[in-house]
């Protein structure tokens, strides 16, 4: 079973930089495709970016140049940079683990950026 809890979420300003983090428990993190993904206000949930075991990483169209995902299997953590950040990202940010028919979720972060 992996546990999931996000930090570094907040109030923001037009243009700001923020990274969340994603700290995850259980031995095999490293094997784990990790994901970001949010939930916009009167929208479904969509991805954001993930990354594989292998560090391979995927970007929708909104998050690229702007947004990051890296992870440190050392520290069984994941990242998401975020840069140039818009009223539009505002959104609750979930951290996602996945492999094979296992998939978790961490309790999501919320992320309100103002114009």
């Known amino acids: 079973q992996v546990q999931l809890v996000e930090f570094g979420g907040g109030l923001l300003q037009s243009g700001e930089c923020r990274t969340l983090s994603c700290a995850a428990s259980g031995s095999v993190f490293s094997t784990y495709e990790m994901a970001w993904y949010r939930q916009a206000p009167g929208k479904g949930r969509e991805l954001v970016a993930s990354?594989?075991?292998?560090?391979?990483?995927n970007y929708k169209e909104f998050a690229k140049g702007r947004f990051t995902i890296s992870r440190d299997n050392a520290k069984n953590a994941v990242y998401l940079q975020m840069s140039n950040l818009k009223p539009d990202d505002t959104a609750v940010y979930y951290c996602?683990?996945?492999?094979?028919?296992?998939?978790?979720w961490g309790q999501g972060i919320q992320v309100t950026v103002s114009s």
């Open positions: 990354i594989s075991s292998t560090d391979t990483t």
């Open positions: 996602n683990s996945h492999r094979g028919s296992r998939n978790h």
